[in-house]
């Protein structure tokens, strides 16, 4: 069986489209790697696939080997070199698998009708050959329809074999955004995991507020709180909330190592001013690297993240 | 079970025959298989992939030739004057948000009577940016009568049709296809001068089917919303594609959440980075009319959540002055003469 070599499975899930959905997967893969985990990131939204994009691999296309498909490596696993305020760290493989790699030109439309995209999830979940895993982090494009169903009546199949590890469908980390707009979709997709029997690890509330770099004022763009009344609702973990970082923004689509001017506020704590000047080496840093000085990373994924392992391996 | 060695290859992006005239689908036995052709598609029952399906006698023997209901559609939609799809390959880049604005800003002029339809099956937000959330919708002899929010617009939605409004819509393409034809066919609009489409994100059934269902009814064109970076871009382009294959008309793009007024300072942030020149830059390297920009507001946000029109509560702010820009910009590209916001002279 191709998921063999998992350990766990966790799914990033929205009813809302645009939440942050393949940013958080990104991120949580990016922190379990930190954490010392081999990570592997599958993306099944097949008309928008961002997760090339988002780890810096759009160039990247899919290798054929007998018996499947091999995914896109983004890194191996291996040491990294201490930072201003990090030790040296030894970090876990990270691959990923999209229909990204797969397209001839990276604008084309993807216009296919259920059936086919049924048929596309099944053999993504089947074909392909993901090297030893702790966690395969599952990236959904936003609704309950087709990719979902299809994707949970595999997994449901495979994961329920006696070869398969114990709870290797760990669950699924639902991502909203605060407005009451959105919420009000994202609380089908938690009434779709409670029809379908998927734990939900947490809520994780995204963009929530957003520190102005001129005043260091918080913003909130998008209201505030929507996501933890709906956790504490539906009777579910809330995992945390998360800022716009303009910083993350810039170094995925620029590539920049994080930066913060000093007397940045979040809650009017002031954060601290680290010693992490950009230099020229960092064009070639891995972006696993450049993470480590993302405050979204060290204030808030790092224990996000360590919450849901624990949760997990309770349960193994 | 042996993996499949064969390569998903993409050099038949279009599977799906645009032009094919639909025939009614069949009712199935069983789920397709993966390369059916679609059992509203004319191979239906004779593929190659059809050779030992379950349904492969129902489609065969379904009535040949063009779905009786299309002319149905046509003539029903015959009385609305324009028909605007706004569509965005990405989801959460205020599609919904826009189509309301557009709406609101076509009813502000009272002379018109606009309608507004959803046809994201699985995450319809209309209802609740309209205020009118817990309605259901009327059924008389004629049809299903629209949600009116105010005198001259009117919403239609699914959300209207759930008994309890945090279900999940858990339903396969063929199903949704099913609920945007009922929409289009049962629906009494009446005479429109507007007729707003709001689209799911993605390229996929219910792009294919509006499309498709209101070919003969003749649509104005689609309005294209994105936000200012490239992981959105990405999917806009995607969007574009689609409708060039599907010979939908473009009239503009329009980039939202572009640039954020710091309520404390007044410092504009650039929260959503137009990396690669953002959606102004698009519009040239495509040669599509470039709409407008919409500056990210709390706001409209707040007046979405509360189900009020954003226009009318702020009509004075710098988001609503351009939204009213764009809302001109669609009237003029879609051959509306005159004044479409109603403003008298000042327009």
Known sequence: MPLENIQNIVLVLSGKGGVGKSSITTQLALTLSLQGYSVGVLDIDLTGPSIPRFFGIEKAKVRQAPGGWIPVPVHDAQTLLPRARSTSKDIGALSCMSLGFILANRNDAVIWRGPKKTAMVRQFLTDVLWPKLDFLLIDTPPGTSDEHISLLETLLKQTNTPSAPRNQLAGAVVVTTPQAIAVSDVKKELNFCKKTGIRVLGVVENMSGFVCPKCAKCANLFSKGGGEAMAIEFEVPFLGRLPIDPAFSALIEEGTRPEYPKGTFDDDIELENEENKRTIEDEKALLVDKYRDCHLYQKQFNEIVKKLVADIHSRN | ?347
């Open chain 2, 1 to 347: 079970m042996a993996p499949s060695l064969e390569e998903p290859t993409m050099e038949e992006p279009t599977q799906v025959d645009f032009d094919a005239p639909l025939k009614a689908a069949p009712k199935l036995v069983a789920p397709e298989p993966e390369h059916c052709p679609g059992p509203e598609s004319q191979a239906a029952g004779t593929a190659d992939s059809c050779a030992g399906c379950p349904n492969q006698a129902i489609c065969a023997s379904a009535p040949k030739g063009p779905d009786p209901d299309i002319p149905l559609i046509t003539a029903r939609l015959a009385s609305i004057k324009h028909k605007i799809l706004v569509l965005s390959g990405k989801g959460g880049v205020g599609k919904s948000t826009f189509s309301t604005m557009l709406a609101h800003g076509f009813a502000s002029n009272p002379s018109h009577t606009v309608g507004l339809m959803d046809t994201d099956i699985c995450g319809p937000s209309i209802p609740k940016m309209m205020g009118v959330e817990d309605e259901t919708i009327h059924v008389t002899a004629e049809g299903w009568e629209p949600v009116w929010v105010t005198e001259n617009l009117g919403v239609m939605s699914v959300q209207f049709m759930l008994p309890n409004r945090d279900d999940a819509v858990i339903w396969r393409g063929a199903k949704k296809n099913g609920l945007i034809k009922k929409f289009l066919m049962d629906v009494v609009w009446d005479e429109l001068d507007f007729l707003v489409v709001d689209t799911p994100p993605g390229t996929s059934d219910e792009h294919l089917s509006v499309n498709s269902y209101l070919k003969g009814a003749g649509v104005s064109g689609a309005v294209l919303v994105t936000t200012p970076q490239e992981v959105s871009l990405l999917d806009v382009r995607k969007e574009m594609d689609f409708c060039r294959k599907a010979g939908i008309r473009i009239l503009g793009i329009v980039e939202n959440m572009s640039g954020f007024v710091c309520p404390g300072c007044s410092h504009v942030s650039q929260i959503f980075k137009a990396s690669t020149g953002g959606a102004k830059r698009l519009a040239e390297e495509e040669k599509i009319p470039f709409l407008g920009k919409v500056p990210l507001d709390p706001r409209i946000g707040q007046a979405c959540d509360l189900g009020e029109s954003f226009l009318e509560a702020w009509p004075d702010s710098p988001a609503c002055e351009a939204i009213r820009e764009v809302v001109r910009r669609v009237a003029v590209e879609v051959g509306f003469g005159g004044d479409v916001l109603g403003e008298g002279e000042s327009s």
